[in-house]
């Protein structure tokens, strides 16, 4: 035993010791601290951090090659979506990988455990003095100015020369939360206690489209987008919609809701499931109704009539660090041996606040999903060109994760005779490319753009939003009352519904459900199945941002939907 301990002994310090590990090499650093946040103070040393490493995955190309091959119309393999084994195969690391970051963390007495399904995140808390030496970093407390938040950060960090090509990044280090990132995309509502009107007792029986102008209702989308009343067939075709920031949807508002604005929904159709991650919860105590919990739900359950709807509490134990659940959510998903066939989430943040390996991390994990079969829609933001920082900025600031490729953003309409809504967020991204699916329309746009706004964006980022839907005077209930509340926030769930309703015909018919949209909806036939938006624009860093042009444009994407074209576009 004497023998053996001494041998681990040995081998620790010769771990500890070798040049490799000694020899650090900046791996991730910030020029700046961001707009909005100044230095307070140097981190306490005992300070604990939980720290997460991202291990570089075996092949992220192959699972690009895999998501596009599925998704694609006309592919081969188009509807084929992998399994969760088959997806695990191109994420896993290299065992080199895990080898060796191990034995780096082991050499300085840390124990890390996986986090993630396919063995890519690892987590563990160290203090803060520890970690400085460890990434020779300098974490810092910085405090956002605004809303006196604080942060502990370092402006850049170091890995060991040997860990180059098998860690893609440390998290948290460079990446600064965004104080507002985790509120709902959408407005606050515009009304709800100014109108203080009882829902019961004063909502109409039924809009009709004459009101539309005023008042969005489920019958004005229905008659806006020729959405369907009858009732879903399949019990496998399922529609997520996800919960964030201690956001709970109320089930007595949905019910007084329904009764109002779909009374003939009944039974199973006018509720919803829950599932909870990172501690989440669905208290029903009517005080603790959430705006954005019930904007989902009560859009996705009127809409996407009688679809299985399940509300994805996400609580307040992250194991994704400062991604606040983020990250957390997917991972909870991939886990599942059948995720939903659509994922809708109303929250978002600017793109500068998180670094460009995180969000590339991010991105990869939305491909992972898509190409098990999951359309993931997200809200494209409330600022026009300008994120969340209305007037402030000099050049347009993308929203994240809107420019990531593999997932669908949804911008905002607003009118009876559609038009985009000024917040509708919309632009190009600086951290990832333009993907080939949509090189065409983007084109196109550009050309006709001609010098407008130049250089204010990045020409050759992926642009956003890939669609729209109404956004504007949408209503809802509230803790016993009805208003109306506007945002893109809106947008997401209506769209995720018209898609969960595609679903459930294709499977009906022994198809498969949709999966990733975007090669579909920006292909000829799904671009000729919605209704193009041509006027309005997004302004935003003290210009009139983008206008809205035939044809997609960064305000409302490819148009709105059209639900009996979309169905011949699908191909039933």
Same mark, same amino acid.
């Given at each position: 035993m004497r023998?053996?301990f001494?041998?681990?002994a040995a081998?620790v310090?010769?771990?500890?010791?070798?040049?490799a590990f000694?020899d650090?090499?900046?791996?991730?650093?910030r020029?700046?601290?961001?707009?909005?946040?100044?230095?307070?103070a140097?981190?306490?040393?005992?300070?604990?951090?939980?720290?997460?490493i991202a291990?570089?995955q075996? #092949?992220?190309?192959?699972?690009e090659?895999?998501l596009?091959? *599925?998704? &694609?119309p006309g592919?081969?393999?188009y509807?084929?979506h992998?399994?969760k084994?088959?997806v695990?195969v191109?994420?896993?690391p290299?065992p080199?990988s /895990?080898t060796?970051v191990?034995?780096?963390?082991?050499a300085n007495?840390i124990t890390a455990?996986?986090?993630s399904p396919a063995?890519?995140?690892?987590?563990?808390?160290?203090p &803060?003095?520890?970690?400085?030496?460890l990434?020779n970093a +300098?974490?810092?407390?910085f405090?956002?100015?605004q &809303?006196?938040k604080q942060f502990?950060?370092t402006l850049s960090y170091s890995? @060991?020369?040997?860990?180059?090509?098998?860690? +893609?990044l440390v998290?948290?280090?460079?990446?600064f939360?965004n104080?507002?990132?985790?509120l709902p995309?959408?407005?606050?509502?515009?009304d709800?206690?100014a109108?203080?009107?009882?829902?019961e007792?004063?909502?109409?029986?039924r809009?009709v @489209?004459s009101?539309?102008g005023?008042? /969005?209702t489920?019958?004005c989308?229905q008659a806006?987008y020729?959405?369907?009343t009858?009732?879903a067939t399949?019990?496998?075709?399922?529609?997520?919609?996800s919960?964030?920031?201690?956001q709970f949807?109320?089930?007595? #508002?949905?019910t007084?809701?329904?009764k109002?604005r779909?009374?003939?929904? &009944?039974?199973?159709?006018t509720?919803?499931?829950?599932q909870?991650? #990172?501690?989440?919860?669905?208290?029903q105590?009517p005080s603790?109704a959430g *705006?954005?919990?019930?904007?989902d739900?009560?859009?996705t359950v009127?809409?996407?009539?009688g679809?299985p709807?399940?509300f994805i509490?996400?609580?307040?134990?992250?194991?994704?660090g400062?991604?606040?659940?983020?990250?957390?959510?997917?991972?909870?998903?991939l886990?599942?041996?059948?995720?939903p066939? *659509?994922?809708?989430t109303?929250y978002?943040q600017?793109?500068?606040?998180?670094s460009?390996?995180?969000?590339?991390q991010?991105?990869?994990?939305y491909?992972q999903l898509?190409?098990?079969g999951t359309?993931?829609?997200?809200?494209?933001?409330?600022g026009g060109?300008?994120?969340?920082q209305?007037?402030?900025c000099?050049?347009?600031?993308?929203t994240?994760?809107s420019?990531?490729p593999?997932?669908?953003?949804v911008?905002?309409t607003?009118g009876?005779?559609?038009?985009?809504?000024t917040?509708?967020?919309?632009?190009?991204s600086?951290?990832?490319a333009? @993907?080939?699916y949509?090189?065409?329309?983007?084109?196109? =746009?550009?050309?006709?753009l001609?010098?407008?706004?130049?250089?204010k964006?990045n020409?050759?980022g992926?642009?956003?939003p890939?669609v729209?839907?109404q956004?504007e005077?949408?209503e809802?209930v /509230?803790?016993g009352?009805a208003g109306?509340?506007?945002?893109t926030?809106?947008?997401s769930?209506?769209f995720?519904? *018209?898609?969960?309703?595609l679903?459930?015909?294709?499977?009906?018919a022994g198809?498969?459900p949709?999966?990733f949209?975007?090669p579909?909806l =920006?292909s000829?036939?799904?671009?000729?199945?919605?209704n193009?938006i041509?006027?309005?624009?997004?302004?935003?860093?003290?210009t009139?941002?983008f206008?809205?042009?035939?044809?997609?444009?960064p305000?409302?994407?490819l148009?709105?939907p059209?639900f009996?074209?979309?169905?011949t576009?699908v191909?039933l």
């Open positions: 023998t053996g001494l041998l681990l081998f310090t010769a771990v500890a010791g070798s040049p000694r650090l090499l900046v791996h991730e650093q020029d700046a601290i961001p707009d909005g946040f100044v230095k307070a140097a981190a306490p040393a005992d300070n604990v951090l939980n720290l997460r291990l570089t075996s #092949d992220p190309a192959g699972l090659k895999a596009f091959d *599925v998704s &694609t592919s081969a393999l509807g084929q992998l399994t084994e088959e695990e191109f994420v896993a290299a080199e /895990v060796l191990q034995e780096w963390l082991s007495n455990k996986t986090i063995g890519d995140w690892l987590q563990f808390s160290i &803060t003095s520890k970690a400085n030496t990434l +300098d974490f810092t407390v405090t956002h100015s &809303t006196g502990t950060r890995i @060991p020369a040997a860990l180059k090509g098998h860690v +893609d998290h948290p280090t460079i990446t939360d104080p507002f990132a985790h995309v959408v407005s606050t509502p515009k709800l206690t109108t203080k009107r009882e829902a007792s004063t909502i109409e029986s809009a @489209p009101s539309c005023t008042v /969005v489920p019958a989308l806006f020729g959405i369907p009858t009732l399949q019990s496998s075709n399922t529609l997520g919609v919960g964030f920031i201690d949807a109320n089930q007595a #508002d949905l007084l809701f329904l109002s779909r009374p003939d929904l &009944t039974g199973a159709a509720t919803f499931a829950l909870t991650l #990172d501690g989440g919860s669905n208290p105590t603790e *705006v954005e919990a019930n904007l739900t009560q859009m009127s809409i996407a009539s679809v709807t399940t509490s996400v609580g307040n134990n992250f194991q994704d400062a991604l606040e659940g983020f990250l957390d959510i997917i991972n909870f998903l886990a599942e041996t059948n995720p066939h *659509v994922l809708t109303s978002g600017n793109e500068n606040t998180i460009s390996a995180l969000a590339n991010l991105c990869n994990a491909a898509g190409a098990r359309s993931i829609l997200f809200a494209s933001g409330d060109v300008s994120g969340s209305s007037g402030r000099t050049t347009f600031l993308p994240f994760p420019g990531c593999f997932m669908t953003s911008g905002a607003t009876t005779t559609e038009t985009a809504a917040f509708s967020g919309g632009g190009f600086n951290f990832f333009q @993907p080939s949509q090189a065409s329309a983007v084109s196109s =746009y550009l050309t006709a001609g010098s407008t706004n130049s250089g964006f020409k050759t992926r642009g956003f890939d729209s839907a956004g005077n949408v809802i /509230v803790d009352t109306t509340v506007a945002g926030s809106c947008s769930p209506i995720a519904s *018209v898609i969960s309703l679903n459930d015909r294709l499977i009906a198809k498969s949709l999966g949209l975007n579909f =920006y000829a036939a799904g671009a000729a199945a919605l193009d041509t006027t309005g624009d997004n302004p935003g860093c003290n009139n941002g206008p809205a042009k035939a044809g997609w444009d305000v409302t994407g148009g709105t059209n009996a074209k979309l169905l576009a191909g």
